[in-house]
Antibody
Framework: EVQLVESGGGLVQPGGSLRLSCVAS????????MSWVRQAPGKGLEWVSS????????HYVASVKGRFTISRDNTKNSLSLQMTGLRVEDSAVYYC?????????????WGQGALVTVTS | QAVLTQPASLSASPGAPASLTCTLR?????????IYWYQQKPGSPPQYLLR?????????GSGVPSRFSGSKDASANAGILLISGLQSEDEADYYC?????????FGGGTKLTVL
């Protein structure tokens, strides 16, 4: 059974940093692209970042470029999102999502999400 | 103008069909894109439903009933998610998505009410 479990969410002040992690199980993690998608409270889905299997290709939504860094450790079946310079508008549930072997899409499995709250 | 525009809400009766639209910005040709559809129920992560580009390039998500299908309306520059035989359990938020030159883009979502 495919499982994605996020951790690392919490409360942080504007300008602060947080690191989200996602541990995968039930599939060959190194064979699949991975992504982060967020959802602000009561709002729609927003794609944040994607990374290819070997980590060489990464993409970010414009609003987080230069502040967020996606990475993965295939030896630990782990995906990470390092978030710096956090803003109030970054507050959201952050979902880890599995992509595909040859493409980023579709995101066919999702974790339950980690809540990030940025507030003073 | 948003890349993908979805009606905020839609209501339909049990047993009836529902057609959810996803209109692409006018400078983006719907024929070029695979459109992905997701369903999200309150308190749960999104679930992948299907992908549609053409009748020869489409994919149903694993375990997704065949009453969920995709199509396009080229004249409206829109992707369509068609749900036939609505059931109460279909009440949810539905999102369309594409991958464009900037990355992944979601529509704003349509809240489907079955009443």
């Amino acid at each position: 059974e495919v499982q994605l479990v996020e951790s690392g969410g919490g409360l942080v002040q504007p300008g602060g940093s947080l690191r989200l992690s996602c541990v995968a199980s039930g599939f060959t993690f190194s064979a699949f692209s991975m992504s982060w998608v967020r959802q602000a409270p009561g709002k729609g889905l927003e794609w944040v970042s994607s990374i290819k299997q070997d980590g060489d290709e990464k993409h970010y939504v414009a609003s987080v470029k230069g502040r967020f860094t996606i990475s993965r450790d295939n030896t630990k079946n782990s995906l990470s999102l390092q978030m710096t310079g956090l803003r109030v508008e970054d507050s959201a549930v952050y979902y880890c999502a599995r992509g595909q072997v040859t493409t980023f899409l579709p995101f066919d499995y999702w974790g339950q999400g980690a809540l990030v709250t940025v507030t003073s | 103008q948003a890349v993908l525009t979805q009606p905020a809400s839609l209501s339909a009766s049990p047993g009836a069909p529902a057609s959810l639209t996803c209109t692409l910005r006018s400078d983006i040709n719907v024929d070029t894109y695979r459109i992905y559809w997701y369903q999200q129920k309150p308190g749960s992560p999104p679930q992948y439903l299907l992908r549609y580009k053409s009748d020869s390039d489409k994919q149903q998500g694993s375990g997704v009933p065949s009453r969920f299908s995709g199509s396009k309306d080229a004249s409206a520059n829109a992707g369509i998610l068609l749900i036939s035989g609505l059931q109460s359990e279909d009440e949810a938020d539905y999102y369309c998505m594409i991958w464009d030159s900037s990355g992944c883009v979601f529509g704003g979502g349509t809240k489907l009410t079955v009443l």
